[in-house]
């Protein structure tokens, strides 16, 4: 039997937590120069939406040894984070308790545990009418347009793949989801609040990307209402997302599913139903019923999906 520290930490203390953990996070690619983004002072007058061409001695977030850098100091802070974790749960125990009772426990409320099965399948659920999209255009893996090299190779073993479907979704959930969420559950935080409002935390994490934003789309008026809507857009979206992952984390207590559920939804990006009817006009209802099948799956099957008995966040 695990014991539950459950109202063992005040919840000002989990707040102040949370923000320790977003803050080293989204500050540890600012902490070497090789992490950091360089711009030059250039404005541009450009058309809403177009990026300016990058000059020989700027760094953007894209460049390999930018990606390398970050990398580098993400899953760094993302192992600092699982040791404070590890040292909360010793606090909070008691400083005799034994280290593997200790490691034990942390793992568990860090959800280090053995996943369930149907859990994994409720994003692609969701995903049934992109999916569908795409397997009208041959794209599905090992349909005609699918190739292993183009499709597996060089889009998940780059370094850009690298980043967006491997290091980013498990360093991000193991801190935003796993790290955070156990906080603010020894501080006896209700489900609601953990669902809803500590993904914000997550939301206000991408913030900083406005300033990239602004400084390769011109740093003009356009390149600022750019940044603006962008910034609007990731945060709002990444919150819903959070809520989301923090659902499944806490429901399963697992941080496996949240970690696959990011990496899917990175793979399949934002849907885009409207560009997807342009491109096969002959399959326009088909491609809505999917859409509509997928959100009626998704909500029939969250919550049967997702129970997971032996769940300390769920009981």
Known sequence: MVSDLA????????????????????GSVYASKGARLLFSNTKASLDFGYARLKEQHERW??????IRARLVAVSTVTIICCVGATA??????GNETDHSTVFHLTATYLGFTSPAILPFLITPALYLGPLYARSLGQTLPFQRHWSFQDDVVSFFCSVIGIRNYLVAPITEEVVFR???????????AS????????PMVFGAAHLHHAWE????????????????????????????FGSYCSYLFLRTGSIFHPIAAHVF??????????????QRPDRKLAIILAYFAGIIAFVYVLQE???????????
């Open 191 to 198: 489900r609601s609040r953990m669902i809803f409002l500590s």
């Open 88 to 93: 909360l749960v010793r606090t909070l125990m």
């Open 305 to 315: 999906w997702t129970y997971t008995e032996g769940s300390l966040y769920w009981v």
């Open 213 to 240: 934003t602004y400084n390769r789309y011109g740093r003009s008026p356009a390149a600022l209402k750019c940044a603006a809507i962008g910034t609007v857009f990731q945060f709002t979206y990444t919150t819903i």
């Open 7 to 26: 109202n063992t930490l005040s919840i000002q203390s989990a707040h102040v937590l949370a923000a320790v953990y977003a803050l080293s996070y989204v």
């Open 265 to 278: 939804c990175n793979v399949m990006g934002v849907p885009q139903p409207g560009y997807e009817i342009t």
């Open 61 to 66: 977030r894209d460049d390999p040894g930018v």
């Open 178 to 188: 796993a790290c955070v969420l156990s906080g603010y559950h020894f501080a006896g």
